[in-house]
């Protein structure tokens, strides 16, 4: 798992108090969160492919990223191309 080397210079305290307020946040909202920040991911992802291979289709951006982030064993078993 990465770790932020931030996180160990942050007092304790502070850390505490962050853990507390994420902790506060609803569970709905947490998966929300986690979603759009999913959604970022993918699509600085997608950029990059273009950046990287200027005309790609839409179509060919989507499976490089699937290509890129699940495993082959289950892209096989997923999708057919």
Sequence with gaps: MFRDPEWD????????????????IPLGRRLEITAEH???????????IRA????????EVWREIIKRTVPEDLRRKAYVW
Excluded: N, Q
Excluded at 9 to 21: A, D, H, T, W
Excluded at 52 to 59: A, F, K, T, V, Y
């Design 9 to 24: 210079r942050m007092p304790k305290k502070v850390r505490e108090r962050y853990i507390e307020i994420l902790r506060s």
């Design 52 to 59: 990287e291979r200027p005309g790609i289709s839409e179509e």
């Design 38 to 48: 999913c959604d970022v991911v993918r699509e600085m992802m997608a950029a990059g």
